[in-house]
């Protein structure tokens, strides 16, 4: 804990930024005074019970041990795995469906492919509204967006009264081709309105107006069946936060890395999806800016899992495309398809709290299955028994028993060597301290095939890349896991343990708004393109305005385009501001092609290039935009600086080594050494291995040369 923000009583009334990230394991909070960069941070326990509970006693730690008031807080961030959580674990509202007659099973038939073509048992995901909920009525729209046949009122009213007879507590409403005209979807919603008025209420048209019936009708179903849920949660939290006495703003951090008000996340809560991992990954993009460094590898390993995204260009690839609660967790096809602006990256189950044991085949398997924070891997000492990596980072001497959480929590290392001991040494033949070893060698190594196959998918050399190492676990692991990767430099900055609420709070407002409109590109409309742009770049500035009213905005424009009759877009850049006209049609033309080829590898002249969907991406300055070097705390100590701290033995597999560590807040900038050795923080813990070489860049990073 880097006591750096201010005198004893604390700046003056609302000048600090607050960024709550909660993870399965470890809720993160983040305090930043935007005018001088100074931080403090803090990490506890999640209470999955109720997660606001481990916010406000985060935020009230961090403020206490600063001596500061709630006051003085002008914005919370928060980023929150709930709606996953929710998807995943099926603990969602009860919700029913109106969908047009005949398609009431698009949501189950799916995508008819296999994740798996040799499995002959097969496990589906279900569809989150069961079959007797999902009602037709007679409506219907043309994909050009001529109302073929309005909605019936009376088959609309039965189905309402059907599901409101069945309890359902929250509708999706997916029409055919509503994209192109939702007069028949809003009517349905009026009528909703009229006869259950409580009903929340989610319709594609609004939820996401794309071409494409599976993915609209998955994403506005998974709406509405976290709805409920979500609205509670955040409308719970923003009040316990004034009792608290909080009386600044609050948002909430969307998939792409950006912020939104409550009210929008409340309507719209798929766009929470990847909230805390999408925080990580805009930090990174921050520490690569400041770096100057155009490509990082981003490695993100709290307690749960692990995160691995590619920055380029200071920015994180983000993409449309996503799958949630998959049941083969890294098989594509195996999840709901939910297509919403969201961070690309891979996450694996691959976290601090990530069980080890001995598989059928008589292997050694880690993951996905979690201790989380209850009860937590054994060495926690609340009840686990069964063998995480934790556990063998503790045995294998990387974690400081006494020093865990800055001296919070004290690690039980004999009961993490019980465990690993008893579910992987017996099984294997090996001792406790050899299980350890293998156990951190494994997870090491699924992380790594992970991030070359995501690599590989993006056509990228990873040896070209620094790593940025964060959360918990993610500095014990990082220099392994660059070995295995090529990578030869190690980037550790201040706090990682906590760098994903640093990224809620260096989020700037956003929000991505999209419209379907098919058309050959010599053929278009550009009067209707042009009239489609402008409305979605109004609606992204009023949401905007929910956070921040006015002020200084960026808004970038796309178009998806593919080859005629394709199945499969890319995304094109479209000038800023100012409207389409015809003679700007080749530009766009060009620009296609060449992301075609650069994704491809080709181009197929001769074949007409058509758009699909128009995007537009509205966006304002972050509420903390500076990010300086910490002031280093002054820690009672005899050492002098760049001296260690003691000595304990470490294992790097062969035997036990006397390796030193250090405290990192003792580290002064330009300060060096050389593997083994370990640098202890109260979040986190950087292992540097033999033959690695560490240094303090003069903004407080720790650079590990391999």
């Avoid at 290039?609 to 991406?617: K, N």
Wanted: include cysteine; charge should be positive.
């Amino acid at each position: 804990m880097h006591r750096t923000v201010s005198s004893a009583r604390g700046p003056a009334p609302r000048t600090l930024v607050a960024g709550a990230d909660i993870g399965g394991t470890f809720t993160d909070i983040c305090l930043l005074e935007p005018r001088t960069g100074r931080s403090a941070t803090r990490k506890v326990l999640t209470t999955h019970r109720d997660p606001a509970d481990a916010v406000l006693a985060g935020l009230a730690g961090a403020l206490a041990e600063e001596g500061l008031a709630p006051a003085g807080i002008a914005i919370v961030v928060h980023a929150t795995t709930l709606a996953t959580n929710a998807l995943i674990e099926r603990t969602g509202a009860r919700t029913g469906m109106l969908t047009t007659r005949g398609f009431r099973d698009v949501i189950e038939v799916g995508y008819e492919q296999l994740y798996d073509l040799y499995d002959l048992h097969l496990d589906l995901p279900a569809p989150l509204v069961p079959r007797a909920l999902r009602r037709p009525v007679a409506e219907r729209t043309a994909g050009d967006g001529e109302r073929i046949e309005a909605l019936d009122g009376e088959s609309a009213d039965a189905a309402i009264r059907f599901l409101v007879g069945r309890g359902v507590e929250s509708v999706a409403i997916c029409f055919l081709h509503a994209y192109a005209n939702p007069e028949n979807e809003r009517a349905a919603a009026d009528r909703i309105r009229a006869l259950a008025p409580d009903l929340p209420v989610s319709i594609s048209s609004e939820v996401l107006p794309e071409l494409g019936e599976l993915p609209r009708f998955s994403t506005t179903v998974a709406n509405a069946y976290v709805q409920p849920l979500v609205s509670r949660y955040l409308g719970g939290l923003k009040e316990r936060l004034r009792a608290a006495g909080h009386r600044g703003a609050f948002t909430v951090v969307n998939s792409r890395g950006g912020t939104m008000s409550p009210e929008t996340a409340a309507r719209f809560p798929i766009r929470m999806l990847e909230s805390g991992p999408a925080a990580g990954a805009h930090a990174a993009s921050v520490h690569a800016r400041r770096l100057r460094l155009r490509n990082l590898l981003s490695f993100d390993m709290g307690g749960t899992s692990a995160k691995i995204c590619l920055v380029r260009n200071h920015a994180p690839q983000v993409t449309v495309e996503f799958e949630a609660a998959r049941i083969a967790r890294f098989k594509r096809k195996s999840g709901l398809p939910v297509r919403i602006p969201v961070v690309d990256l891979i996450e694996i189950g691959a976290g601090g709290g990530s069980i080890a044991r001995v598989d059928d085949l008589g292997l050694p398997a880690v993951g996905p299955k979690s201790a989380g924070s209850e009860p937590g891997p054994a060495c926690y000492a609340r009840g686990g028994r069964e063998p995480t990596v934790t556990d063998a980072d503790a045995v294998l001497g990387y974690l400081n028993p006494e020093y865990f959480l800055g001296g919070r929590l004290r690690l039980d290392t004999r009961a993490a060597e019980t465990a690993l001991d008893e579910h992987v040494g017996r099984p294997l033949g090996m001792s406790a301290v050899e299980s350890a070893w293998t156990v951190f060698r494994q997870v090491n190594e699924q992380m790594a095939r992970a991030a070359a196959v995501h690599a590989s998918e993006h056509g990228v050399d990873l040896r070209r890349f620094a790593l940025l190492a964060f959360g918990g676990a993610g500095p014990i692991h990082a220099a392994h896991l660059a070995r295995a990767l090529g990578i030869r430099r190690v980037v550790v900055p201040p706090d990682p343990g906590v760098l994903s609420a640093l990224g809620a709070v260096l989020a700037p407002p956003c929000f991505d708004l999209a419209a379907s409109y098919k058309a050959e590109l010599d053929r278009l409309d550009l009067d209707r393109v042009n009239r489609l742009l402008a409305e979605l770049e109004a609606r992204g500035q009023a949401l905007l305005d929910e956070v921040e009213a006015g002020g200084r905005r960026e808004v970038v424009r796309q178009v998806d385009m593919r080859y005629r009759n394709q199945r499969y877009e890319v995304p094109v850049i479209l000038p800023p501001s100012g409207e389409l006209a015809r003679g700007g049609l080749p530009a766009v033309e060009g620009a296609f092609h060449r992301a075609y080829e650069q994704r491809y590898g080709r181009t197929i002249r001769g074949v007409p290039a058509e758009t699909v969907t128009w995007r537009v991406s509205v966006s304002a300055p972050p509420p903390a935009a500076a990010l300086r070097p910490p002031r280093r705390g002054a820690e009672p100590s005899n050492a002098r600086p760049g001296d260690p701290s003691g000595r304990r033995p470490a294992w790097f597999g062969g035997g036990f080594v006397d390796a030193p560590f250090y405290r990192r807040t003792r580290l002064p900038a330009g300060a060096r050494l050389e593997g083994p050795a370990i640098i202890e923080e109260s979040g986190s813990t950087t292992v540097v291995p033999p033959g690695a070489r560490g240094a303090v860049d003069p903004a407080g990073n720790l650079v590990l040369e391999l």
